[in-house]
């Protein structure tokens, strides 16, 4: 089995970042100059898949329009001589085969998923949160994919997280088999960190199985009343094998303020080096003031 295509679900709310998401689809808030969903896009890119499928809901048009051509502002950028801004615009259009399906009510990720069925077909596929950046020289997906090449089955990727942060995820009941290699156990969304297997999270990265789809189609609600992937794939797991990869690289939870910011700051200085200097000695001045 290969896979082919990739799964951004992107219909939430963003109820933390309120009250600019009211209008303002929280994959789209930058960092710096480009937006978070434009970092998910390119790891799927840079990890060799050609199809995309977002799937999105009310009020999200402006990430279908981010990546559409835009002949106005090229037109306008073209008389202007501004030639390098120009092909940044044009390759926006040109990053991968797009494709859109919207998500009519937010019934939870399991649900965001399963709406993909039809563009997924019986082809395994991965599956990328926006919620979660993560940077590095091979991307987290390319890792996970020399994987699959391994195991031909779903893998998570996975990493530590402290005890008092155990119930804001998927967390693994699973065993180390090889250097950053787990098999899981089972797997249970949210859990209390007192009654938590482990404090090894899915952190919004997975390459699944085609076979999830019939699971998801009869999920009953769980956590938070939606319906939640982790549960479906524990239901998979009763049938085939699920690995969990302890992938290499810095994670950003950018659905969170402070992870935001983290990622904010990280990012102007390591990607943006004509910003690098001067931001430098203003975050020591601010740093000199507290």
Same mark, same amino acid.
Request: glycine share 8%; proline share 7%.
């Given at each position: 089995?290969?896979?082919?295509?990739?799964?951004?679900?992107?219909?939430?709310?963003?109820?933390?970042?309120?009250?600019? +998401?009211?209008? $303002?689809?929280?994959?789209?808030?930058?960092?710096?100059?480009?937006?978070?969903?434009?970092?998910?896009?390119?790891?799927?890119?840079?990890?060799?898949?050609?199809?995309?499928?977002?799937?999105?809901?009310? %009020?999200?048009?402006?990430?279908?329009?981010?990546?559409?051509?835009?002949?106005?502002?090229?037109?306008?950028?073209?008389?202007?001589?501004?030639?390098?801004?120009?092909?940044?615009?044009?390759?926006?259009?040109?990053?991968?085969?797009?494709?859109?399906?919207?998500?009519?009510?937010?019934?939870? $990720? %399991?649900?965001?998923?399963?709406?993909?069925?039809?563009?997924? %077909?019986?082809?395994?596929? =991965?599956?990328?949160? %926006?919620?979660?950046?993560?940077?590095?020289?091979?991307?987290?997906?390319?890792?996970?994919?020399?994987?699959?090449? !391994?195991?031909?089955?779903?893998?998570?990727?996975? !990493?530590?997280?402290?005890?008092?942060?155990?119930?804001?995820?998927?967390?693994?009941?699973?065993?180390?088999?090889?250097?950053?290699?787990?098999?899981?156990?089972?797997?249970?969304?949210?859990?209390?960190? =007192?009654?938590?297997?482990?404090?090894?999270?899915?952190?919004?990265?997975?390459?699944?199985?085609? !076979?999830?789809?019939?699971?998801? =189609?009869? +999920?009953?609600?769980?956590?938070?009343?939606?319906? !939640?992937?982790?549960?479906?794939?524990?239901?998979?797991?009763?049938?085939?094998?699920?690995?969990?990869?302890?992938?290499?690289?810095?994670?950003?939870?950018?659905?969170?303020?402070?992870?935001?910011?983290?990622? +904010?700051?990280?990012?102007?200085?390591?990607?943006?080096?004509?910003?690098?200097?001067?931001?430098?000695?203003?975050?020591?001045?601010?740093?000199?003031?507290?």
């Amino acid at each position: 089995m290969e896979v082919r295509k990739a799964v951004i679900p992107a219909a939430g709310l963003g109820i933390r970042f309120l009250p600019v +998401t009211k209008s $303002l689809p929280k994959e789209m808030l930058p960092l710096v100059d480009k937006p978070i969903i434009q970092y998910i896009v390119e790891e799927v890119v840079a990890s060799g898949l050609e199809n995309i499928l977002i799937v999105t809901g009310r %009020g999200k048009r402006a990430i279908e329009d981010y990546f559409d051509q835009s002949p106005d502002l090229e037109r306008h950028l073209t008389q202007k001589g501004k030639h390098d801004l120009l092909k940044i615009v044009r390759e926006l259009g040109e990053l991968v085969d797009m494709h859109y399906i919207r998500q009519k009510e937010p019934r939870g $990720l %399991g649900h965001a998923v399963f709406c993909a069925r039809k563009f997924v %077909g019986e082809e395994p596929f =991965a599956v990328l949160l %926006g919620d979660d950046l993560i940077y590095h020289k091979s991307p987290c997906l390319k890792q996970m994919l020399t994987l699959f090449t !391994q195991v031909q089955a779903t893998i998570l990727a996975v !990493q530590e997280v402290p005890p008092q942060d155990v119930n804001k995820y998927g967390i693994l009941d699973a065993q180390l088999i090889q250097p950053g290699v787990y098999q899981v156990n089972d797997l249970v969304e949210k859990p209390d960190p =007192a009654a938590a297997p482990s404090r090894l999270a899915i952190m919004g990265r997975y390459i699944i199985t085609p !076979q999830i789809f019939e699971l998801l =189609a009869h +999920t009953p609600p769980g956590a938070g009343g939606e319906i !939640q992937l982790t549960d479906a794939l524990r239901e998979l797991k009763q049938t085939q094998p699920i690995y969990g990869l302890a992938f290499e690289g810095q994670r950003y939870d950018v659905g969170d303020k402070l992870g935001y910011l983290k990622a +904010t700051i990280d990012f102007a200085l390591t990607h943006h080096p004509d910003l690098k200097e001067e931001f430098t000695a203003y975050l020591s001045q601010i740093t000199a003031k507290l």
